[in-house]
């Protein structure tokens, strides 16, 4: 049977078998509402030529651009997969929901929480998703959908070829001889990169978008119930496996690389930590700078990704053109967090800073004035706020506990002034494992025991007499206030909400867009301004 076959075969027959959470679906109603194609992406940058990327080449996504608006200043809630994730779709902020690293659930905080496609869902809408939408562990969420997709061929795989297939098997059981139990926390992922002549359903975003365009036209003959689809890419999440054509749109040596690759003069040492999550791949030095080869394969690998995923979304956009279907669809696309391309000479998410918290995000909705398509907005907003937005312009009730604030309004004036602040919190990348949890004593017996020793010594260097192991690695968090013109980021002992701050960041995007310079201790009455500022606001968002 062939590949496209056994989709078909494979879809139709989750159809027929559906999951036992569809029985608690709200029954047909009569219903013009819009459908929603909710389109999440892993770990992009705003790395796009519609918010002016010298290199990457997203034909598709410029063009939804090109017709919708685009937000030029989304920020995440958290520069990490599962908070950031959480906060999108309960509607609340990580320091509301208590979300704050990669292993902890949003049913085992919050067991009545009603999730964004649980609400649709529960208003007449048929709710399911490829692909990742919420985090691993929270995925299969029963109450959240109508049905569950069934489980990947084993001709989808994470590898193509068979070295690196192998190289990732010996890396495995080598970690797990070395170091037990804890090489299961990220330490045998294999190469960082793939580069392989097969189409794009050999990988799990080509294979979800083939499920996702079968389901389009499936439910585009009923007209009688919309749809909310989510449909999630992986990539450019790590590892930046992508179809050979697409690596071939770019010429490896005109990539330009991180303008500046140093951390910010007088930066918090807390703020930024040793690029762990990449160091867990194959072939990447485990201590020091990686070599400006590797970098400029790895800023290959990542782009390459980006225009991987692009095509995956032109093609489900045309599924709804084919069906009829796109003239009464909202479509969405917003990414979970930023990601570090070697800037602040470090590779990952996980930090406080502009490249990790800034996201793309782009809406296109049928019934948006002409004259406002095509256009961008410089107004702040936040991920949180796509709850809200959603529900009003499907016309459904908004749920009382969203911590966020429709931008439907942006639609009709997007020049209008907005929020004056956009938030973001991480607790001490530095000392804390990729998936922003709390170290482990076994991970400072792995190769990971220097790099936290030279982490260490900058903390104290920094902190002096402010130095405790126990507060740096579980009480520390650092909340990052977004103004129009400044990054403002105050870092605290969360158990003490009333204690002042351990440190202050600020920076001045007007003359220092890369955030380079902490300029906190040289303007006091600036600082003192901004620090009243965020005591207000937290107090409305009930941030610590």
Not at 25 to 33: D, F, G, I, R, Y
Not at 112 to 131: A, C, M, R
Not at 254 to 280: C, N, Q, Y
């Amino acid at each position: 049977m062939s590949l496209s076959k056994f989709i078909v075969f494979i879809f139709l027959l989750g159809q027929a078998v559906g999951c036992s959470s569809a029985q608690n679906s709200t029954p047909k109603k009569e219903s013009k509402k819009p459908n929603i194609l909710f389109i999440a992406i892993d770990d992009l940058r705003p790395e796009l030529g519609s918010y002016g990327s010298e290199i990457g080449q997203s034909p598709n996504l410029d063009q939804l651009a090109s017709e919708g608006l685009q937000f030029n200043r989304a920020y995440c809630q958290q520069a990490i997969c599962g908070p950031s994730r959480a906060s999108v779709l309960t509607g609340l902020r990580p320091e509301t929901s208590g979300i704050f690293h990669n292993y902890l659930k949003i049913r085992e905080l919050h067991p009545d929480i009603v999730t964004l496609p649980q609400h649709f869902k529960n208003n007449g809408y048929e709710s399911v998703y490829y692909g990742k939408i919420f985090h691993h562990g929270d995925l299969d969420d029963s109450l959240s959908w109508s049905r569950i997709p069934g489980p990947k061929p084993k001709s989808v795989v994470g590898f193509a070829l068979s070295e690196n297939q192998r190289l990732q098997r010996e890396t495995r059981k080598e970690m797990f001889s070395k170091y037990g139990d804890v090489a299961k926390y990220g330490l045998a992922m294999g190469p960082a990169y793939e580069s392989a002549d097969v189409p794009d359903n050999t990988y799990a975003d080509g294979y979800n978008t083939d499920l996702a365009i079968a389901d389009i036209k499936q439910m585009a003959k009923n007209q009688d119930r919309p749809f909310f689809l989510g449909l999630g890419f992986h990539k450019p999440h790590l590892n930046w496996v992508a179809p050979k054509k697409y690596w071939d749109l770019y010429d490896e040596s005109k990539i330009p690389m991180a303008s500046d690759s140093t951390p910010p003069k007088d930066g918090a040492a807390m703020g930024l930590h040793p690029s762990f999550e990449l160091r867990v791949r194959s072939g990447i030095p485990k201590t020091g700078k990686l070599p400006p080869e590797l970098s400029r394969t790895l800023k290959h690998a990542y782009l390459a990704c980006i225009s991987y995923v692009d095509a995956q979304i032109g093609r489900a956009i045309q599924a709804l053109e084919e069906a009829g279907i796109r003239d009464n669809t909202i479509i969405i696309v917003w990414s979970d967090h930023g990601w570090h391309l070697g800037d602040m000479g470090i590779w990952g998410k996980a930090t406080n800073y502009e490249i990790a918290t800034r996201v793309p995000l782009m809406i296109w909705t049928p019934d948006m004035p002409d004259s406002n398509r095509g256009a961008q907005t410089e107004a702040l907003v936040e991920l949180i706020d796509m709850y809200p937005t959603l529900c009003e312009l499907a016309q459904i009730e908004k749920p009382e506990h969203l911590d966020g604030q429709s931008f439907t309004p942006l639609l009709k004036h997007p020049e209008q002034d907005w929020k004056t602040a956009a938030f973001s919190q991480f607790p001490s990348p530095a000392l804390r494992e990729w998936g922003s949890y709390p170290l482990r004593p076994a991970m400072r017996e792995t190769y990971f025991g220097p790099l936290l020793e030279e982490v260490e010594l900058k903390i104290k260097t920094q902190q002096k007499e402010k130095w405790d192991r126990n507060l740096f690695e579980n009480k520390i968090m650092g909340y990052a206030m977004r103004t129009d013109q400044y990054r403002f980021i105050v870092w605290k002992d969360r158990t003490l909400p009333q204690a002042s701050p351990l440190y202050i960041e600020l920076y001045d995007h007007r003359k220092d867009p890369g955030e380079t310079i902490n300029i906190a201790s040289s303007h006091p009455q600036l600082v003192a301004r901004l620090l009243a500022q965020f005591k207000k606001e937290k107090e409305h968002h009930s941030l610590n």
